[in-house]
């Protein structure tokens, strides 16, 4: 994963939401033990939008807004960005917007009420 190549498209667009005051969060359903794989790919600079990101994270003073599946869980990928989702939702945020490569978990996407923009064919 930490090999994994950015979706240049998708960083723009989120690029263009931070430059406007969004807030972005992001939820996966990689496990917690890979916390620090996932935040050093996701800041990394062989993406050049990403050095907006670098800037936003360093400015929170804090962890950014990373909510990870809990180690050991093996449920599907759906079903635990659902309730991750709805934990964000709990500490206050409203996404209104997911992108997302997997058919099922873009299916719960749309169904808990959010567009969502299929990255990749995602048949997995």
């Given at each position: 994963?930490?090999?994994?190549?950015?979706?240049?498209?998708?960083?723009?667009i989120?690029?263009?939401?931070?430059?406007?005051?969004?807030?972005?969060?992001?939820i996966?359903?990689?496990?917690?033990?890979?916390?620090?794989?996932?935040?050093?790919?996701?800041?990394?600079?062989?993406?050049?939008?990403?050095?907006?990101?670098?800037?936003?994270?360093?400015?929170?003073?804090?962890?950014?807004?990373?909510?990870?599946?809990?180690?050991?869980?093996?449920?599907?990928?759906?079903?635990?960005?659902?309730?991750?989702?709805?934990?964000?939702?709990?500490?206050?945020?409203?996404?209104?917007?997911?992108?997302?490569?997997?058919?099922?978990?873009?299916?719960?996407?749309?169904?808990?009420?959010?567009?969502?923009?299929?990255?990749?064919?995602?048949?997995?």
């Amino acid at each position: 994963m930490a090999k994994d190549e950015p979706i240049e498209q998708t960083w723009a667009i989120m690029n263009c939401l931070l430059t406007y005051g969004n807030q972005v969060i992001f939820i996966t359903g990689r496990p917690e033990k890979q916390r620090s794989v996932t935040t050093d790919w996701l800041l990394g600079t062989n993406c050049l939008v990403r050095r907006d990101l670098q800037e936003w994270v360093s400015n929170l003073g804090a962890d950014f807004n990373l909510y990870m599946r809990k180690n050991g869980d093996r449920r599907l990928s759906h079903i635990v960005k659902g309730e991750l989702l709805e934990q964000a939702r709990q500490d206050g945020f409203d996404p209104k917007l997911a992108f997302e490569d997997r058919i099922e978990d873009t299916k719960m996407w749309r169904e808990k009420g959010l567009m969502c923009c299929q990255v990749a064919e995602g048949n997995y």
